[in-house]
């Protein structure tokens, strides 16, 4: 082989074909997403199915912003860390790589915050963590149709469908289908001509992080933002007519703001997160990348603040996209601890990882020798209260760092556990 076909770069979403899930169960009757609605009859008993861990069982009516109202008026910023809960944090680290960034925040109620950070402002890249970035501008753009009315936003989302096309191409990742007449379920790798509810897409493009739902829910963004009020009634000949029309230098400016400006809003600075191409070679065919894709702990837990304070837009907002995160079924990586197992966790992983060519190493999924990344976001809700942020990032070559991430998990829920 070639030493250029040797050469590999892959983007690893943050699930593997088995079927991962997100939004609470029952919330079929809230959003029209399908694939709930299989949830909720498995749940039911009607139908057969793997019922998701103690921690994932919440409804809808009990996940909660946690910062809301003058308790996180404080963390605009965020605070100086914890002298000794920096020393605790710190003590975890000595025997593993180098190469681990980490931010934590304990916001349990009744305790005073307590922050610790490690190399958090090191850049790596996002991965699928960047997705966060989408939903956010996303719901940005749906505020700026309907800024008097979260109503009306929901049922655009509820009822606007929309086809994939080239922009969802391609995915080596499945996506579920759920049949409403036939009970039916069917998993597969997205098509040109898949249609979904704008609600379905941005649940495919976080609960099994597909990369081409990414790209189609990018692309109505931006598609928002230029339309505005003409938005719901827009058709695909016209959106697409638009994209062939505009100049790619252009689109390339639109599609940055439409993801990075909320993040300026929110204090989250370029060097600390950004976000610069689409997730899909379609999508990329349509809008160059512009500007690059970073991610710091900093900024990763800058973003999470915000969503618990409900300021990512409005707290109508907020709340939706962290039910969206809200982990339901099978957890991986950092999430996967069994130490979480009755927790709530609200959770995002991503995964890049580049081999080359070297005398001895043969190139695995998650252990690239030039880059590996790995990185999860996650907001951890205990039953009795205790209530902490962490978003870690790490590259560590060679190596597949799921297992550490699984063990920092454990290691930091203990320590956060403590009280202070």
């Known amino acids: 082989m070639s ?20 939004y609470p169960i029952d919330g079929y009757a809230h959003t029209n997403i399908r694939r709930l609605k299989y949830l909720e009859l498995v749940q039911a008993g009607e139908i057969k199915g793997k019922a998701p861990v103690p921690g994932a069982t919440k409804s809808i009516d009990d996940i909660h912003l946690q910062l809301d109202g003058e308790h996180g008026a404080v963390l605009s910023a965020l605070p100086a860390p914890d002298p000794a809960f920096q020393k605790a944090i710190n003590g975890l680290f000595p025997n593993l790589n180098e190469n681990y960034s980490i931010s934590v925040l304990d916001i349990t109620p009744g305790r005073p915050f307590r922050l610790a950070q490690r190399r958090e402002l090191v850049g790596y890249q996002p991965g699928s963590v960047g997705k966060l970035a989408v939903v956010a501008g996303f719901f940005t753009e749906l505020a700026r149709i309907y800024p008097d009315s979260w109503e009306k936003r929901q049922d655009l989302l509820c009822t606007r469908m929309v086809r994939g096309g080239q922009w969802a191409m391609t995915d080596s990742h499945t996506v579920l289908f759920f049949d409403l007449e036939e009970l039916r379920l069917v998993k597969r790798t997205l098509k040109p001509a898949d249609e979904f509810l704008l609600y379905e897409w941005l649940d495919h493009m976080l609960s099994v992080s597909n990369n081409g739902a990414a790209s189609v829910c990018w692309r109505e963004a931006i598609l928002m933002r230029v339309f505005g009020a003409g938005y719901p009634t827009l058709s695909e000949e016209a959106a697409e007519a638009w994209f062939r029309e505009t100049p790619k230098s252009e689109l390339a400016d639109i599609a940055n703001a439409v993801v990075n400006e909320p993040l300026r809003r929110l204090g989250i600075s370029e060097d600390e997160w950004r976000l610069g191409q689409l997730f899909t070679r379609g999508g990329t065919s349509y809008i160059p990348p512009k500007g690059g894709s970073i991610g710091t702990p900093n900024g990763l837990m800058k973003f999470l603040v915000a969503l618990e304070r409900g300021v990512i837009v409005d707290a109508s ?100 556990r403590k009280a202070p």
């Not at 070297?358 to 030039?370: A, F, W």
């Open 3 to 22: 030493k250029e076909g040797w050469i590999v770069l892959v983007l690893i979403l943050v699930v593997p074909i088995t079927l991962s899930r997100s």
């Open 317 to 416: 907002s907020s709340l939706e996209i962290k039910r969206l995160l809200y982990m339901t079924d099978r957890r991986i990586r950092y999430a996967n601890a069994p130490a979480l197992r009755k927790a709530a966790v609200y959770f995002k992983s991503g995964s890049l990882y580049k081999c080359a060519p070297e005398e001895g190493y043969v190139c695995e999924k998650y252990k690239g020798n030039v880059d590996n990344f790995m990185n999860s976001v996650a907001i951890v809700e205990h039953p009795d209260g205790v209530t902490y942020l962490v978003a870690l990032m790490s590259n560590v070559r060679k190596k597949n760092s799921n297992l550490d991430h699984m063990a920092l998990a454990a290691s930091i829920d203990k320590l956060v």
